[in-house]
């Protein structure tokens, strides 16, 4: 299985835009391609408020948009392009991307540069995809044109490039997470088409109906999930996930105390973060054939107590097994649960008014590692991240 290895970004919100910078193949590294980021199968950004954690969570969220035919709708919904670009369109006139697979002996890479045009958007100037396999001195280069509004990259999948198939892949399964919407109109609390289950959705709004789908397609990672979630919410008996008699196509995520089967309790009547524990719960527990793969979450932690968050980065650690994970976080207490090398830390540089990321030296900081727990080098701004 290729496995996401780096991102390069030029000119993408807060990340600094180099007009000498540029998507080329080239043998090797890209030497200018913008500010990089690497992944490992635990990824875990550091930063301080406003560092530009949540941008490159965000860049993840436009892929999951892109590959579905719907980047101008992503646009539209972050305030059109002048919010994408590097302090905006007038000093910014274009963005540039690439985004690296690396497997057995092989190398894939899909590259984009998107352009400011009117009204308020952005348009494909380049799309080209790669693959390189060891060995050979120079890569496979596709060009999927420009000029275009969404990308070409699933049209030429099915037209039979398979290239293309292996970036399209490993794009559309780099999917972004983010539960913290548990308010009482939040899709999570509200009633969900049974059917809409093949695989949980980004905000949890699905959820009554996917867990009803695993307890009838995999009951041992259903009841895994049940368990787990009595270790954060001990009362908990199991879901009752029935379809309503009135109309026996939605359902809601109803639920009984344990040892009580005389009261049907209801979502309105779970706490925030028990409800979002419950997402959390399902999104790292699921079969290993339906999990992503790469799940990308910013600040799962919210409104979780202490010990549940030790029990999210043993799940975590679980599914890191099976896919990747990237999370960004502000929890100490989650911090402590992963090593030095886990850490990306993401910072403001005040000169050059723009994100820069960084990886600590494991090697380098060893004598600090013996002496202090990761969120301790994290406080005493021996890593960075810090205001």
Same mark, same amino acid.
């Given at each position: 299985?290729?496995?996401?290895?780096?991102?390069?970004?030029?000119?993408?919100?807060?990340?600094?835009?180099?007009?000498?910078?540029?998507?080329?193949?080239?043998?090797?590294?890209?030497?200018?391609?913008?500010?990089?980021?690497?992944?490992?199968?635990?990824?875990?950004?550091?930063?301080?408020?406003?560092?530009?954690?949540?941008?490159?969570?965000?860049?993840?969220?436009?892929?999951?948009?892109?590959?579905?035919?719907?980047?101008?709708?992503?646009?539209?919904?972050?305030?059109?392009?002048?919010?994408?670009?590097?302090?905006?369109?007038?000093?910014?006139?274009?963005?540039?991307?690439?985004?690296?697979?690396?497997?057995?002996?092989?190398?894939?890479?899909?590259?984009?540069?998107?352009?400011?045009?009117?009204?308020?958007?952005?348009?494909?100037?380049?799309?080209?995809?790669?693959?390189?396999?060891?060995?050979?001195?120079?890569?496979?280069?596709?060009?999927?044109?420009?000029?275009?509004?969404?990308?070409?990259?699933?049209?030429?999948?099915?037209?039979?490039?398979?290239?293309?198939?292996?970036?399209?892949?490993?794009?559309?399964?780099?999917?972004?997470?983010?539960?913290?919407?548990?308010?009482?109109?939040?899709?999570?609390?509200?009633?969900?088409?049974?059917?809409?289950?093949?695989?949980?959705?980004?905000?949890?709004?699905?959820?009554?109906?996917?867990?009803?789908?695993?307890?009838?397609?995999?009951?041992?990672?259903?009841?895994?999930?049940?368990?787990?979630?009595?270790?954060?919410?001990?009362?908990?008996?199991?879901?009752?996930?029935?379809?309503?008699?009135?109309?026996?196509?939605?359902?809601?995520?109803?639920?009984?105390?344990?040892?009580?089967?005389?009261?049907?309790?209801?979502?309105?009547?779970?706490?925030?973060?028990?409800?979002?524990?419950?997402?959390?719960?399902?999104?790292?527990?699921?079969?290993?054939?339906?999990?992503?793969?790469?799940?990308?979450?910013?600040?799962?932690?919210?409104?979780?107590?202490?010990?549940?968050?030790?029990?999210?980065?043993?799940?975590?650690?679980?599914?890191?097994?099976?896919?990747?994970?990237?999370?960004?976080?502000?929890?100490?207490?989650?911090?402590?649960?992963?090593?030095?090398?886990?850490?990306?830390?993401?910072?403001?540089? /005040?000169?050059?008014?723009?994100?820069?990321?960084?990886?600590?030296?494991?090697?380098?900081?060893?004598?600090?590692?013996?002496?202090?727990?990761?969120?301790?080098?994290?406080?005493?701004?021996?890593?960075?991240?810090? /205001?």
């Amino acid at each position: 299985m290729d496995r996401l290895t780096k991102i390069w970004l030029n000119g993408y919100k807060s990340f600094k835009y180099d007009p000498h910078a540029h998507p080329g193949v080239v043998i090797g590294e890209p030497a200018h391609l913008g500010e990089s980021v690497e992944f490992g199968d635990v990824t875990v950004l550091l930063g301080a408020n406003g560092a530009g954690k949540s941008n490159l969570v965000s860049f993840f969220r436009m892929l999951n948009f892109m590959v579905t035919g719907a980047l101008q709708e992503y646009i539209g919904r972050e305030g059109t392009s002048d919010s994408l670009l590097y302090y905006g369109r007038q000093n910014t006139l274009r963005m540039q991307a690439a985004v690296e697979f690396t497997g057995q002996e092989r190398r894939n890479r899909y590259l984009m540069t998107l352009a400011d045009a009117a009204p308020d958007t952005l348009i494909f100037t380049d799309e080209v995809v790669t693959f390189r396999r060891e060995g050979y001195p120079r890569p496979q280069e596709v060009s999927l044109g420009s000029g275009h509004k969404e990308s070409r990259l699933k049209e030429c999948y099915e037209q039979g490039d398979a290239t293309c198939g292996v970036i399209f892949y490993m794009l559309s399964r780099c999917r972004c997470y983010q539960f913290h919407d548990t308010s009482p109109t939040a899709n999570i609390r509200k009633k969900v088409y049974v059917e809409d289950a093949d695989y949980l959705r980004s905000d949890g709004g699905n959820l009554a109906a996917y867990l009803r789908a695993l307890r009838q397609t995999h009951r041992a990672y259903y009841d895994r999930i049940i368990q787990t979630i009595r270790l954060a919410f001990p009362q908990f008996g199991d879901f009752v996930l029935e379809p309503a008699p009135e109309n026996n196509r939605y359902l809601l995520l109803n639920w009984r105390e344990a040892g009580r089967s005389d009261y049907l309790f209801g979502p309105h009547q779970l706490s925030d973060g028990t409800l979002r524990f419950m997402a959390l719960a399902a999104l790292f527990l699921q079969p290993p054939q339906k999990l992503p793969s790469v799940i990308v979450i910013d600040e799962p932690e919210l409104g979780l107590h202490p010990y549940a968050i030790t029990v999210l980065a043993s799940m975590m650690n679980t599914a890191a097994k099976k896919c990747q994970v990237v999370l960004s976080t502000q929890s100490t207490r989650l911090v402590d649960e992963f090593d030095v090398g886990q850490i990306t830390v993401v910072e403001r540089d /005040p000169k050059e008014n723009c994100t820069r990321c960084k990886h600590p030296d494991a090697i380098v900081l060893e004598d600090w590692v013996r002496r202090y727990s990761t969120s301790e080098l994290w406080e005493k701004n021996v890593l960075g991240g810090r /205001p």
